[in-house]
């Protein structure tokens, strides 16, 4: 087999690896919201245009796809290690916002969870999100190598090496079990 073939064999078998049985679904998702949006947005009192609503949403849709997919070609390893950094500069930005946040956006729908820069505005606990999911993991599976919970101390030690925002999770995840 010559190198282009092999190459080619690759490509393919990276090409298959996406899972499009799940990419089928959230294309289905997208289009959906999207009437959905159209919809809800048209019968809006808001005097912004439905079909600039559905296109700026369509633009944060492909944003996040191209995210994913980059994503997706990252090693466990990398992502491992960038999870903390993410995890901890979240936890700052659900701080921050506390003190921070758009007081435009406040008046006008009344929430404090928003930070605008500029016309831009979004909740940092949309960032946080897949950071605390990974956060979560990565300390599941380093209790995990360590084998078994057999004493009380092992899930204390468990409860210490997590930040103090998981513990809650944890222990409605061992009541679960």
Known sequence: MDKRAVNSVETNDRICDYGWGIVLCLILLFCLSMGALYF???RDLNPTSPVKTVGLQMIWYLLGSLLAS?????SERQLLQWTTVGYYCGLAGLVLVLFFY???YFIQTGAKSWFAIGPLTFQPAEVMKP???LMMSRLL?????????????????LLRSCPRSMIFDILLCKKRV
């Open 141 to 157: 599976v380093e209790d995990y190598h360590r084998g078994l919970h057999e004493r009380a101390q092992d899930d204390w030690r």
């Open 70 to 74: 980059l994503i997706m070609h990252v």
């Open 131 to 133: 950071f605390y999911i």
């Open 40 to 42: 809800a947005s048209s």
């Open 102 to 104: 758009s007081r435009a």
